[in-house]
């Protein structure tokens, strides 16, 4: 492990909670999962939770950057209509942006919250 200056030790960048949600169009999801850049498109890696009604929630951390995600619902990819930001993929369906500020940036927000 690195020291820093002042004989801290340097543990690299710090991760931030992240909160998402999604609201399915119907009622009839199994299983909902975000995935992304910020877990290497990992499907499956950690389910959402039914947060009643058509609605789920998901937490993760991740480090200060720009990130790429979708929601993996029941073995599909699903669009998100709620979504304000998002970039064309390689199959031509549009990528969420996440956008995790800097320690500096979110200390005025401890949780960001990316509501879809």
């Given at each position: 492990?690195?020291?820093?200056?002042?004989?801290?030790?340097?543990?690299?960048?710090?991760?931030?909670?992240?909160?998402?949600?999604?609201?399915?169009?119907?009622?009839?999801?199994?299983?909902?999962?975000?995935?992304?850049?910020?877990?290497?498109?990992?499907?499956?890696?950690?389910?959402?939770?039914?947060?009643?009604?058509?609605?789920?929630?998901?937490e993760t951390a991740a480090t200060p950057g720009v990130y790429e995600h979708r929601h993996f619902v029941d073995g599909h990819w699903m669009p998100d209509p709620l979504a304000t930001e998002f970039v064309t993929n390689s199959f031509e369906r549009g990528n969420l942006i996440l956008k995790v500020p800097a320690l500096s940036e979110a200390a005025f927000s401890p949780n960001l919250n990316i509501h879809h």
């Open positions: 492990m690195k020291q820093s200056h002042n004989n801290a030790p340097n543990v690299g960048p710090q991760r931030l909670p992240v909160h998402f949600e999604f609201t399915h169009p119907t009622d009839f999801a199994v299983c909902v999962c975000v995935v992304g850049t910020f877990d290497h498109w990992k499907s499956g890696a950690k389910a959402s939770l039914p947060a009643g009604g058509v609605r789920w929630w998901e």
